[in-house]
Each structure stands twice: as C-alpha cells, then as structure tokens.
C-alpha cells in the first residue's frame, strides 16, 4: 500500500514536471515580492492569489528527496 502510494505521488510529480513544458515562457518575466504588492503594503491580503496587472501569477518550484528512511501512511 505504501509503495503504491510512493509510485502515485512520483508519477504524480512526473507529470507535474512534463506539463511545466507546455507553458509558454516567451511572456513569463520574474516577478518581485515587490510588484504584487498594492501601493500600500499594509493592504495586502494573504488569502488573495497573487496578480500583477490583473493577471495570475505562475510560481515555479522545485522539490528534491534528499532521503527516505520510512513511509507512514498515518501521516499522509
């Protein structure tokens, strides 16, 4: 059971990775915490997803398992 867990959430992140390909990256410029804050910070919400100029903002990332010493599947 744990390792099907294993292989779903690799093949999960797999396809993650793959699909990040398809994003055009030709229009994605970096983006500082900066820009999307409104011009006055202290209104800025939390709960809110970031935008700037009105559109969505894409967050890329990267996940690396150094180690696995057990899986528990109570903690998942």
């Known amino acids: 059971m744990a390792a ?5 959430m690799s093949l ?3 396809r993650l990775w793959l699909g990040a390909g398809d994003l055009c ?3 994605s410029t970096l983006v500082a915490f900066q820009d ?15 935008k700037k100029d009105d559109q969505p903002t894409i967050v890329n990332f990267h996940v ?3 180690g696995l010493d057990s899986i ?3 903690s998942m």
């Open 4 to 8: 099907e867990r294993l292989l779903w």
């Open 12 to 14: 999960l992140l797999i």
């Open 25 to 27: 990256y030709a229009q």
């Open 36 to 50: 999307l804050l409104p011009e006055d910070p202290r209104l800025y919400d939390k709960m809110r997803p970031p």
């Open 64 to 66: 690396t398992v150094m």
């Open 72 to 74: 528990d599947e109570n």
